[in-house]
């Protein structure tokens, strides 16, 4: 009997190895896009963003990821943002408004809308 429990040990042993790879694999592609989100997760709390937005959900402005795709490939779009994230303003996403956040940094602001615009959707 005991030979039979080693035995299956042994033929297991590759299964584990490869699953441990792989998840190793995934830990060492993933931290960038997590560092990232949690990046901006951070600056958006500081900042009362998340009030009126989520990354991955519309509350009462657009979710995060929309704003990312909307802008993709968009020369100039980081400057855009950053100025927009002050100054508010409506009529882009419906009519609701986003009143000027002027108690946001300009470094801030930019930080945002990198990190913004660097999300996968
Ligand atoms: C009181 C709610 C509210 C708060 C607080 C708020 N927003 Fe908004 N935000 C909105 C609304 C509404 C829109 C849509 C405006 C439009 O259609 O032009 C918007 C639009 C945006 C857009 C897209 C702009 C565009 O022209 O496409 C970005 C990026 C954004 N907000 C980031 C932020 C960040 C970063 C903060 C925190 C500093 C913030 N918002 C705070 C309501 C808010």
């Known amino acids: 009997m005991k030979?039979?429990?080693?035995?299956?040990?042994?033929?297991?042993?590759?299964?584990?190895?490869?699953?441990l790879l792989a998840g190793g694999l995934v830990a060492v592609w993933s931290p960038k896009a997590n560092a990232d989100t949690a990046q901006l997760q951070t600056l958006l709390q500081r900042n009362n963003c998340t009030a009126c937005h989520l990354i991955d959900k519309r509350k009462y402005g657009p979710n995060l990821?929309?704003?990312?795709?909307r802008y993709a490939g968009h020369a100039g779009a980081v400057a855009m943002l950053a100025t927009k994230i002050r100054a508010g303003g409506s009529g882009v996403w419906g009519e609701?408004?986003?009143?000027?956040?002027?108690?946001?940094?300009?470094?801030?602001?930019?930080?945002?809308?990198?990190?913004?615009?660097?999300?996968k959707p």
């Open 96 to 119: 609701d408004m986003m009143p000027p956040q002027a108690n946001v940094s300009e470094a801030d602001a930019r930080a945002m809308a990198e990190l913004i615009l660097a999300l």
């Open 3 to 19: 030979h039979l429990q080693t035995f299956s040990i042994t033929r297991r042993l590759p299964w584990t190895t490869a699953a």
């Open 65 to 69: 990821n929309e704003v990312a795709a």
